[in-house]
């Protein structure tokens, strides 16, 4: 793709997206699961005069990047996670130890807010029982036991790699998401889980904490981890947050992880009634339609169809002309269809994960370079294939003719090659309806952020209420198509 071409683009990523965002307002990040997404809201709610919750943006690795990046300003973070998996230090620690290796990236940790919230293994209560086991030592004597961890836990120092080497683990454990796992343990498909201590279903699914009897896991006290210039910039919004500095203890952090896991109370009801101080109340019933219609629902349909339209017709300004040229120039085919080819292999989340430091921003701008990304693919291939299809024969009746290149293009070859041509537009655009609900693992809404919400909570209903319109959308979408198709093709045959 031509630089300018490419500028051109990325110009109209940002101006359909609106990017910018003003200094003024507290950005406020959180992590993919429950305990993460209500101190999010707590801490946004503490702020006089709100803040701006960007919930659920995935694991450490990427809310930390935005962090560094600007695109937020404060998160909810573990001493145990800033210093082994941020940091990789080593042994004891304190929080002034913490502050200094940060302080060059421009960013500090304060505002310890009360709990420890430390990794465990459980075991069904029974299992754990009927085997002797009790604490990590014993598990180990249990190669036969069959483990299912969180990825991100399996990959962390102070997690599954601290546990193989501290108790000589023999199992091999199996990528769980922390959501699932409890149903996995309940359904006995897995035997142990890696938990966090303020869970609220490990009572309820009657599960044994084994105890770390070697002290393996540091402690876990959840702080603030924020950008060096937030108290400086907005002092009044930092003296709030300062207020929140032990006011949460590990027993009412249990009780509203409860309230949103087990009550079916939203993040942000759960964060009002704690910092209003009164017991939350019965959440109402919801209906399936209710979930569905809810009073999100019009905006994440705004973002989902600003995605999906906006990358797909940046994609189609340069995919088709990049069909053409690989049809019309010797050689070039094969690279162009190679590079597009590979740009497709690459896992979303990890496109995701790398354009944020690369852009300095998290949400829809690189949620859209990376959905147009993918949109080349179908659009360049069937572009390519339908020119290549035209028949010789019909190339050398336009030549005999006398009509110049321009016009065996637009008159002979584009309208034969039509159908091909929407076929990959169509392909392409179902495909980004799905892609798209990816994009909310980085703050940029739409259907994805109930799916994403619904997993962190084990939530089928608010899980469906963000699959089944993605679902529809993409039905619609490709119903439109074919009304096109009938009405146009006629009539570029005809011209042809």
Do not use: C
């Amino acid at each position: 793709m031509k630089p300018v071409a490419f500028g051109m683009v990325l110009a109209l990523l940002l101006a359909l997206t609106g990017a910018a965002m003003g200094d003024e307002v507290v950005r406020v990040g959180s992590k993919r699961f429950t305990e993460s997404y209500i101190l999010g809201e707590i801490i946004a709610q503490s702020i006089p005069g709100g803040a701006e919750h960007k919930p659920g943006l995935g694991n450490t690795g990427i809310v930390y990047a935005a962090l560094k990046a600007g695109s937020i300003d404060v998160y909810p973070e573990y001493t145990g996670t800033i210093a082994r998996a941020i940091l990789g230090l080593e042994g004891a620690f304190t929080l002034a130890d913490l502050q200094r290796r940060l302080a060059p990236e421009g960013l500090g940790v304060a505002v310890r807010l009360g709990f420890n919230n430390t990794y465990a293994l459980a075991m069904r209560e029974k299992q754990a029982e009927r085997l002797s086991v009790r604490t990590l030592s014993d598990l180990a004597r249990h190669p036969e036991l069959k483990l299912g961890l969180g990825q991100e836990f399996i990959a962390r120092s102070d997690g599954w790699v601290a546990l193989k080497s501290g108790y000589a683990m023999p199992q091999k454990p199996r990528g769980l998401d922390h959501g699932l796992a409890y149903e996995a343990i309940a359904a006995g498909q897995i035997d142990v889980m890696d938990i966090y201590s303020t869970d609220a279903k490990i009572e309820r699914y009657g599960l044994r904490v084994l105890e770390d009897d070697r002290r393996v896991f540091p402690r876990y006290d959840a702080v603030l981890l924020y950008r060096l210039d937030l108290p400086q910039r907005l002092p009044q919004a930092w003296k709030a947050l300062q207020r929140l500095g032990g006011s949460i203890s590990e027993r009412q952090m249990i009780r509203l992880n409860a309230a949103a896991e087990l009550e079916q109370k939203s993040f942000s009801e759960v964060a009002k009634a704690f910092l209003s101080g009164s017991g939350a109340g019965a959440a109402p019933v919801r209906s399936f339609a209710s979930a569905l219609f809810g009073g999100n629902f019009w905006r994440l349909t705004r973002e989902h169809l600003l995605l999906v339209f906006a990358s797909l017709a940046a994609g189609i300004a340069v995919a088709v002309p990049l069909g053409l040229f690989a049809a019309r120039v010797e050689g070039a085919a094969q690279p162009i269809l190679a590079a597009v080819g590979v740009i497709q292999t690459i896992p979303s989340l990890a496109l995701l994960a790398f354009l944020i430091p690369l852009l300095g921003s998290i949400g829809t701008v690189p949620a859209l370079i990376a959905l147009f990304l993918y949109s080349l693919l179908p659009i360049v291939r069937n572009t390519h294939a339908g020119i290549e299809g035209v028949g010789q024969g019909m190339r050398e009746a336009a030549l005999a003719i006398g009509l110049a290149p321009r016009d065996r293009l637009l008159l002979i070859e584009l309208p034969l090659a039509a159908p091909s041509i929407l076929a990959g537009i169509k392909t392409s655009a179902v495909i980004g309806v799905g892609t798209a609900t990816i994009a909310a693992f980085i703050g940029a809404g739409g259907y994805g952020e109930r799916i994403v919400q619904g997993l962190a909570l084990n939530d089928n209903t608010t899980l469906l209420a963000g699959a089944i319109p993605a679902a529809a959308l993409a039905l619609l979408i490709q119903g439109a198509f074919e009304l096109i198709e009938r009405g146009l093709f006629p009539a570029l045959r005809r011209r042809s």
